[in-house]
């Protein structure tokens, strides 16, 4: 082999090397930062780091679920704001979709039988309105037939009072009790400018229930026409991946509140015949008004039954005596040991599921917010936010990493 041959053989060779020598694992990639070294305190980091390490772990975990829940509670309160200044339309839509809720199978019935889905709307609307008027009806003309005895018992009742106040143990002279007759006239008389303003403040109260019966009745209508479709919409707005369980949350959601309201009204109606049962045997007047208020005072759980209560003990005692009045006293306190224990446990708890203080502070805070149907509407929106929020969990926890 000659010399130009090695010449030529050589270079062809180094040429090879060098093209494989920067794939090589010896050859550093100038373009690529240094590996950090592990352990050791030569470690390389940055200030925020190392100030984060020195801030103990439970210190560190604390003020993370801090600001979350500050965060949190700030969004519950502004939404909260929000609905207190638009309840006059929130309640009502609420109202609505209990309503529609409470005759949904109704309606599905007559869509059954062959009538149209309009048609079985209007038809389970128009049931259910004439129900409410014609108990109305009946309970006014009850009414208007019992005053004149109210009115002649209530006078007796008064003197009798005025009698035990006098003859009783306080002994209360005739003069006392007609300085308290004049010092409760000449109150009045001073507030009749007050008293004033309170019936033009009804007659604004007046208005604003009128157009929420207008609102609740639109909402129930569509709710029964129109509700399937108008949940299917709200569910493609969210993402595909999440349409499944919003879906499913939905479906909790009306579960539970189909429970809740067919169970408070099975409840509401067995406490007004306990009542009324009790009224008659006493031989009370009012009664159909008095078992009506204890109809819907079932809607509100606890304080409405307590009110209903209060209320036909004391037209008993004023109507009928203080022995009288004991014993409907005692029939308000078995009625409603048989809804706490009985009846709650066995209807009401698949649908409901809150704990008792739950119940109470829903209570509190709906009526703070919008009075009496924001007290309504706590119960079953707080056992609807439970369930969904169960509901969600639980899935959350079967799907696959």
Not at 59 to 88: C, D, E, F, H, K
Not at 115 to 136: E, N, W
Not at 342 to 369: E, K, N
Request: proline content about 6%.
């Amino acid at each position: 082999m000659g010399t130009g041959q090695r010449q030529g053989i050589v270079p062809r060779r180094l040429r090879l090397l060098r093209a494989a020598r920067p794939a090589g694992p010896d050859v550093p990639d100038e373009t690529k930062p240094p590996p950090a070294r592990r352990g050791g305190g030569g470690a390389q980091q940055s200030p925020p780091g190392r100030a984060e390490e020195l801030v103990p772990l439970a210190l560190r975990v604390s003020a993370g679920w801090s600001w979350r829940l500050i965060v949190t509670g700030a969004a519950i309160y502004i939404l909260l704001m929000v609905v207190g200044r638009v309840r006059i339309v929130v309640i009502p839509i609420i109202a609505g979709l209990l309503i529609a809720a409470l005759i949904h199978p109704l309606a599905h019935r007559f869509q059954r039988l062959g009538l149209p889905r309009l048609g079985a709307a209007f038809v389970a609307l128009f049931i259910f309105f004439a129900v409410l008027a014609g108990a109305a009806v009946a309970v006014g003309f009850n009414a208007a037939n019992e005053i004149p005895t109210v009115s002649d018992q209530v006078s007796e009742g008064v003197e009798q009072i005025r009698g035990y106040l006098t003859d009783g143990p306080l002994h209360l002279s005739q003069t006392q009790l007609d300085d308290l007759v004049d010092d409760i006239r000449r109150n009045l008389a001073n507030n009749r400018g007050r008293l004033v303003s309170g019936v033009i403040s009804g007659a604004s109260v007046a208005a604003e229930v009128l157009t929420s019966l207008l609102v609740a009745l639109f909402s129930t209508f569509f709710f029964l026409y129109d509700g399937e479709r108008i949940w299917s919409w709200i569910v493609t707005r969210f993402p595909d991946a999440a349409e499944d369980r919003v879906r499913g949350a939905g479906r909790e959601a009306w579960y539970t509140i189909t429970g809740y309201i067919r169970g408070t009204v099975f409840v509401a109606a067995v406490d007004a015949i306990g009542i009324a049962i009790g009224l008659i045997g006493v031989g009370v007047p009012l009664v159909a008004p008095l078992a009506l208020l204890t109809f819907f005072g079932g809607f509100v759980p606890i304080i409405g039954a307590t009110v209903a209560g209060v209320a036909a003990v004391l037209v008993t005692l004023v109507s009928q005596g203080v022995t009288d009045a004991l014993i409907i006293l005692g029939v308000v306190l078995a009625v409603q040991q048989l809804e706490g224990h009985v009846l709650q446990p066995l209807v009401m708890r698949r649908a409901v599921q809150l704990h008792p203080l739950a119940i109470v502070i829903a209570l509190s805070a709906g009526g703070v917010l919008a009075g009496i149907p924001g007290a309504i509407a706590a119960v079953p929106f707080v056992a609807v936010v439970n369930r969904v929020a169960g509901y969600l969990a639980a899935t959350g926890k079967r799907q696959p990493p």
